[in-house]
């Protein structure tokens, strides 16, 4: 999409987590990924993360419907597919790697042999109104039954990072989580009791590790009606953000850019940024052309997380 066709479509009426926070990470980028740009090759964790909740899917959904032993070697084999279909031609490092992967899924699945709760949906779109003209959605992992607890949606995460006190600590402040349990407490119509959370450390350690964290941990995000209420006006606002830019028409506007360098180059949690090697060209950025970059290509659908099902991208 070009520059004019990008103001022409006008400011984003619906919203998910990824482009909100796109957006607040760095305006500029969102305007490239609002024009269509992305990766030629995916970064290989997006292949391990899409992996590993096909694993996740799988292993919880036919709970009942297979034995334990079946039920793990039935979803390894469904995460096995993904992984085969979307890895690139690059070398994953080693905690991406297939063999990795299947390591962890078994250990996994000898951890959590049977659970106190049943998976009523895996994969699930939703979007809901704001007003009369936004939007906000997105897509969910699954959503659980516990029965003391009632509904809870399940998000699983897999992460090289340690599994210590700051990294379980950060989803009490993730607007990511309120608003899944925003979203899945509009679309069902009712409160649900919240998310869990459902963390695997990707590093497998050997016996004479010394390593302190957990390979795998759970932890129950809950959000009172304030909070939830409190995140509505925060998504209204980046509209608002994102409208001001539209104001100033296409020839004024500006999408700053990041005042925090390792946006662009990555660093601890933070991979180097898409369009690192065509930000500092000494021409407007309007008249930039990614598709010059070989690592940059077009999406060949729009971005709508909303509409997706079970074992989609
Ligand atoms: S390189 Fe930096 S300024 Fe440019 S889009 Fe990426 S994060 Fe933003």
């Known amino acids: 999409m070009t520059n004019q066709e990008f103001f022409d479509k006008g400011p984003a009426t619906k919203l998910d987590n990824t482009m909100r926070t796109e957006f607040h990470n760095c305006n500029r980028r969102r305007y490239w990924s609002g024009r269509g740009y992305t990766y030629k090759y995916s970064p290989t964790y997006f292949t391990a993360g899409t992996t590993w909740h096909e694993f996740q899917e799988k292993y919880y959904l036919n709970t009942g419907k297979l034995t334990h032993k079946d039920r793990m070697i039935n979803a390894i084999a469904a995460a096995e597919i993904i992984y085969e279909t979307k890895i690139g031609s690059g070398e994953p490092n080693k905690n991406d790697s297939w063999d990795n992967l299947r ?51 399940i998000e699983n995460k897999s992460t090289g990072s340690w599994l210590s006190a700051n990294y ?35 590093t497998i350690s050997g016996p004479k590790s010394k390593r302190t964290t957990s390979q795998f941990m759970r932890r129950l995000e809950r959000r009172s009606p304030a909070q939830l209420e409190e995140f509505e006006q925060d998504v209204l606002h980046t509209f608002k953000l994102i409208e001001m830019e539209y104001d100033k028409g296409p020839d004024k506007w ?23 090697n065509i930000c500092n060209l000494p021409v407007p950025f309007t008249e930039i052309e990614p598709l010059d970059f070989s690592h940059i290509t077009l999406r060949t659908t729009e971005w709508t997380p909303w509409e997706r099902t079970g074992g989609q991208e």
Request: aromatic share 14%.
């Open 168 to 202: 379980l600590n950060q989803w009490a402040h993730a607007p990511q989580i309120t608003g899944i349990i925003w979203g899945l407490s509009k679309v069902i119509g009712e409160d649900i009791f919240g998310c869990m959370m459902n963390m695997a450390n990707k």
């Open 254 to 276: 500006t999408w700053h850019k990041t005042v925090n360098p390792i946006e662009c180059v990555g660093g601890p949690g933070r991979t180097v940024c898409l369009f690192e």
């Open 103 to 153: 390591n962890l899924m078994i250990i996994y699945a000898n951890f959590y042999p049977q659970e106190s709760w049943t998976m009523i949906s895996g994969e699930t779109g939703w979007i809901w109104p704001l007003d009369h003209t936004h939007w906000y959605g997105g897509s969910l992992d699954g959503y659980i039954e516990w029965p003391q607890l009632g509904l809870l949606a």
